[in-house]
Nanobody, 127 residues
Framework: QVQLVESGGGLVQAGGSLRLSCAASERTFSNYAMGWFRQAPGMEREFVAAITQSGRRTYYADSVKGRFTISRDNAKNTVYLQMSSLKVEDTALFYC????????????????????WGQGTQVTVSS
């Protein structure tokens, strides 16, 4: 069982930066691909970014490409989401998730690809 705890959310002005962290309880963290999702009030949860076990490949939603960077430190069992040039529309509850199984029919942006989820950390961007 993988337990994930997000942190680093808060209030930031548009154009600013924020770094989210997701700490995993599992020693085998390095065996899992990780993803970030977000959900705004009244909206569906959407994919933000993902990173492979080694950290050598990353995937991003079009809406955040060039602004967000996902990374991981397997020695610390932690995945990060560095966000820059933040926009008001980035305001959402951000979740991290772990992917422990793989199927070519379940692609990176699909939430069903991920097995474990954190409780989320709120990011609010003001104009």
């Amino acid at each position: 069982q993988v337990q994930l705890v997000e942190s680093g959310g808060g209030l930031v002005q548009a154009g600013g930066s924020l770094r989210l962290s997701c700490a995993a309880s599992e020693r085998t963290f390095s065996n899992y691909a990780m993803g970030w999702f977000r959900q705004a009030p009244g909206m569906e949860r959407e994919f933000v970014a993902a990173i492979t076990q080694s950290g050598r490949r990353t995937y991003y939603a079009d809406s955040v490409k060039g602004r967000f960077t996902i990374s991981r430190d397997n020695a610390k069992n932690t995945v990060y989401l560095q966000m820059s040039s933040l926009k008001v529309e980035d305001t959402a509850l951000f979740y991290c998730a772990a992917r422990t199984k793989y199927s070519t029919g379940i692609t990176w942006p699909r939430d069903e690809a991920y097995d474990y989820w954190g409780q989320g950390t709120q990011v609010t961007v003001s104009s």
